[in-house]
């Protein structure tokens, strides 16, 4: 990358990328067999500066493997990951960790991202201490100010992780990503583990904590609602592979691949007039295991649109519709063709 | 209307100074759905597990002044006949079937355990039974998969098979403690709907336990929403959704992001936390984070029927505002 003053360069970026694994198994005769499994499968995303992703899907899709491979916690297999700028592909842990103050990740269980023997001070001071971004005095004060802006009180430093709900540990979690100001945060359904009404009081974190520091973020969820309000794209996954992807407008009211709209379909309502006449549910059975071979398009097998074609090729993610949106599937590739 | 199947007035549950369960009363007619509601700690599987008997002795103290299963005393059963009740006319299903279900014994064979024990049927034919079960569920290939162990199926298999179980012994009392939790979307869908054919088939009660008012929308003829170890609200699923007549019922609804509202139209959260039930509650337990709070709410408001079937216990819906 030449063109640091170019405003779009991405801060994190995936290029053709594919994560796996090799899982070994020995069979009751003792014989060895190897499996690889596909998370990632051949994935181009870009997440640019002050830019909010979210990436869902349903659990075992790949979308945790994607965020930890943008960050380089997992081995990347084929393609690249670049990270404002600089190629992170082939870089060891030593090469990495100067630039993991910019690149930071917040988990899903508060109970167990938190060492319970530290207190929340020390807790919080790591990052800068680590990276030798302040000196003690100043750590403390950063602790004090990240604390009030995460909406806790400052005394809570000298405390424990044990002494906090839930939503007050994520509230730490948080303030821990974001303390040395990174440039890019992976969140990976930081909110599932919460009470719904601590949900969105962190989720008015985010959003507080984007405009504040102009964090860029990518959001992994598995709940199509959370998403729709604080993402400004999003993207859809199925099977290692991005199937769906634009604004959440363009996503949401108008989803393109016959598995966006399965998925959407499938969200409850908080409405009981409303669900009483839903149509019965379009997708049936379960996505196939990431070690199978599939030959085609991935999802053709519940697809209730499956032609000849998506049998021999696989569709690339490409513009379809009104050109807002890029999707993977032959329905719509004939439009922009 | 018929005599309630199950009949339950002040429940309280303790395990030791924890008070988890604050002076409960419910009861579900045959062929209904009772939906609970509550965020964790709010005493909503706490009261489940105490009408089933399956809190140890030892450590729970559970008391109420009518706790009927079909007009039955269940409070002056012993354990053996608490035991052959919840096999054969109560069955339960829980959230993590992975957890529920034995990893050492096949598929078919924990089926036919039920069905052995509490149906009286022979191994033959508690096989065959067994098979039929799983493929009523929805089981695919369901000859293959009874010979099959837990770690085989999938979440959404695996809990089919706990349906299955549930469903071996005839219940008229169906316990669903957050099945579908651990789930993806689309197959919530499908076990929502498995559920809820079979009981139109069968007529059983049914009690959903959930923490998402959403999926409540869909499966809940009656919700009961429950806060801190007490019932706060409870309404005909329309009514709830409509008019929701408690402050934290309107707070939970408010707080939930929705597909179906236009973008920018953000959910509201409800500020602070639940109340540690460790402590002696004083007054209104939802009152720290009520936003319509007045002097009234230092005394515990009592849980009064409004209309039809609402029930709420809140000091401004009883008239006596200051």
């Known amino acids: 990358m030449t063109h640091p003053a170019d405003t779009a360069l991405p801060?994190?970026?995936?290029?053709?990328?594919?994560?796996?694994?090799?899982?070994?198994?020995?069979?009751?005769?003792?014989?060895?067999?190897?499996?690889?499994?596909?998370?990632?499968?051949?994935?181009?995303?870009?997440?640019?500066?002050?830019?909010?992703?979210?990436?869902?899907?349903?659990?075992?899709?790949?979308?945790?493997?994607?965020?930890?491979?943008?960050?380089?916690?997992?081995?990347?297999?084929?393609?690249?990951?670049?990270?404002?700028?600089?190629?992170?592909?082939?870089?060891?842990?030593?090469m990495l960790r100067p630039l993991r103050r910019n690149m930071q990740m917040v988990f899903q269980d508060p109970f167990s991202s938190l060492n319970p023997r530290m207190r929340i001070g020390e807790t919080l001071a790591e990052p800068l201490l680590v990276h030798g971004l302040a000196s003690k005095a100043e750590a403390r004060a950063r602790v004090a100010e990240i604390l009030e802006i995460v909406g806790l009180d400052p005394a809570v430093a000298t405390r424990h992780p044990h002494a906090f709900s839930g939503g007050q540990r994520q509230r730490i979690a948080i303030a821990r990503a974001v303390i040395a100001?990174?440039?890019?945060?992976?969140?990976?359904?930081?909110?599932?583990?919460?009470?719904?009404?601590?949900?969105?009081?962190?989720l008015d974190l985010f959003e507080d904590l984007k405009e504040r520091f102009a964090l860029t973020y990518l959001f992994i969820s598995h709940d199509l609602a959370v998403v729709r309000h604080i993402a400004d794209r999003v993207a859809v996954m199925y099977l290692g592979r991005i199937v769906e992807e634009g604004s959440p407008e363009s996503v949401f009211d108008n989803p393109l691949h016959p598995y966006t709209q399965a998925l959407l379909a499938a969200v409850p309502s908080p409405d009981p007039v409303r669900e009483r006449s839903r149509p019965a549910a379009t997708l049936q059975g379960e996505p196939p295991s990431p070690a199978a071979t599939i030959s085609g398009c991935r999802f053709r097998g519940r697809c209730a649109h499956a032609m000849p074609i998506c049998e021999t090729s696989d569709p690339a993610l490409a513009t379809g519709g009104d050109g807002k949106q890029a999707v993977a599937c032959f329905l719509h590739h004939e439009q922009s063709f | 209307m018929s005599r309630p199947l199950l009949d339950v007035k002040d429940l309280d549950v303790r395990f030791g100074p924890l008070h988890a369960v604050r002076g409960v009363s419910f009861s579900v007619a045959p062929g209904e759905t009772l939906g609970v509601v509550g965020e964790s700690g709010s005493g909503k599987s706490t009261t489940m597990l105490a009408v089933l008997g399956l809190h140890p002795k030892r450590q729970a103290n559970v008391a109420a002044d009518r706790l009927e299963f079909d007009g039955?005393?269940?409070?002056s059963k012993s354990d053996g006949q608490m035991r052959d009740l919840r096999g054969r006319r109560v069955g339960l299903i829980f959230q993590d079937p992975l957890a529920a279900l034995n990893p050492l014994m096949t598929v078919g064979k924990q089926i036919g355990e039920v069905l052995i024990r509490h149906r009286g049927l022979d191994k033959q034919s508690a096989r065959g039974e067994a098979v039929k079960l799983l493929e009523r569920t929805g089981v695919p290939d369901p000859m293959r998969r009874a010979s099959q162990f837990p770690h085989q199926f999938s979440g959404g298999m695996r809990q089919r098979v706990m349906i299955a179980i549930a469903l071996a012994g005839r219940p008229d009392l169906l316990i669903a403690d957050e099945p579908t939790t651990a789930l993806d979307v689309t197959v919530q869908a499908e076990i929502v709907r498995l559920i809820r054919d079979i009981q139109q088939a069968n007529g059983m009660g049914l009690v959903w336990i959930t923490h998402d008012l959403a999926l409540m929308a869909r499966v809940a003829d009656r919700v009961m929403v429950m806060y801190a170890g007490a019932v706060v609200e409870e309404a005909p699923v329309d009514r709830l959704y409509a008019m929701p007549r408690h402050p934290y019922t309107a707070g939970l609804l408010g707080s939930i992001a929705r597909l179906d509202q236009p973008r920018g139209k953000r959910a509201r959260a409800i500020a602070g936390t639940p109340p540690a039930m460790d402590q002696p509650i004083s007054g209104c337990a939802f009152a720290p984070r009520c936003p319509v709070r007045f002097d009234k709410c230092a005394a515990a408001p009592p849980l009064v029927s409004l209309d039809e079937g609402v029930r709420a216990a809140c000091w401004r819906l009883t008239g006596e505002q200051a």
């Open chain 1, 11 to 94: 801060v994190s970026e995936a290029v053709a990328l594919k994560v796996q694994y090799q899982t070994r198994q020995r069979n009751w005769r003792g014989q060895l067999s190897t499996t690889t499994v596909r998370a990632v499968d051949g994935i181009d995303l870009a997440i640019r500066s002050g830019e909010a992703v979210a990436l869902v899907g349903e659990s075992g899709c790949g979308k945790s493997t994607l965020g930890r491979a943008l960050l380089r916690l997992e081995h990347v297999s084929e393609g690249a990951v670049h990270f404002a700028g600089s190629d992170l592909t082939g870089l060891g842990e030593p």
């Open chain 1, 181 to 202: 100001r990174p440039k890019f945060v992976v969140a990976d359904e930081p909110i599932s583990a919460l009470d719904i009404s601590v949900q969105a009081q962190i």
């Open chain 2, 72 to 75: 039955e005393d269940l409070l």
